[in-house]
């Protein structure tokens, strides 16, 4: 089965900085490929979803990803940090069946 | 529009007894999922229905049953309740277009303790 490890479960940016978070998945066929957030007490919302193609893919509020097949990385950016963009974010991988599983969730801290 | 009602949003059992977690969904959506969210560990997936009359098994499924008796509904059920359970639980339905857009519409959890 696919699986997806996101490296670090708590990252803390500065406002107006740079915000990475990664994403790896385990696969031999590039699967499709997607970033979630989740706000307190709020469930979760889609920011991004790659597909084929180019591969830069951009979400909602300025966060866009690379997808990397060379790494199976799918690495979420933003390149400045607002306040509003603390929450927990979610990789998640779908192979080409409906089997769709996420990470283990990053924490993002903004400091002003 | 609804989209995805969770029920209940609470609820706490004793170790043995059983329940029935309700999802359904008004988009028309053929995939529908159930996961657990617990700190640390991100979304597990439990089961999935990719239509109507199939389910499968996802991460976890051990303890769990699940039934898609129809295009809306998808049902969790805990025959026998144990505090490895206690966890928030979510259903979510899959919203696909051609062209490749594709969002997972989540209910609001059902927050559960086993006791």
């Known amino acids: 089965a696919q699986s997806v490890t996101q490296l670090g479960s708590h990252v803390s940016v500065s406002e107006g900085a740079l915000v990475l978070l990664r994403c790896n998945y385990s696969s031999s066929v590039p699967p499709y490929l997607f970033w979630y957030v989740q706000y307190p007490n709020q469930g979760l919302q889609l920011l991004l979803k790659?597909?084929?193609?180019?591969?830069l893919v951009k979400g909602i509020n300025g966060f866009e990803a690379e997808f990397k097949k060379s790494e199976t990385s799918f690495h979420l950016t933003k390149p400045s940090a607002h306040m509003s963009d603390a929450a927990e974010y979610f990789c998640?991988?779908?192979?080409?069946?409906?089997?769709?599983?996420f990470g283990a969730g990053t924490r993002l801290t903004v400091k002003p | 529009n609804a989209g995805v009602t969770q029920t209940p949003k609470f609820q706490v059992l004793k170790t043995g007894q059983s329940m029935t977690l309700q999802c359904a969904q008004d988009?028309?959506?053929?995939?529908m999922y159930w996961y657990r969210q617990d700190p640390g560990m991100g979304l597990r997936l439990i089961y999935y229905?990719?239509?109507?009359?199939?389910?499968d098994k996802g991460e976890v499924p051990n303890g769990y049953n699940v039934s898609r008796l129809n295009k809306r509904e998808f049902s969790l059920r805990l025959e026998s309740a144990a505090p490895s359970q206690t966890s928030v639980y979510f259903c979510a339905s899959n919203h696909r277009r051609k062209g490749g857009y594709e969002k997972l519409f989540f209910g609001s959890g059902t927050q559960l303790s086993v006791l």
């Open positions: 998640a991988v779908r192979p080409y069946n409906n089997d769709m599983r």
């Open positions: 790659y597909t084929t193609g180019a591969t």
């Open positions: 229905s990719a239509s109507e009359g199939t389910t």
């Open positions: 988009m028309n959506h053929n995939s």
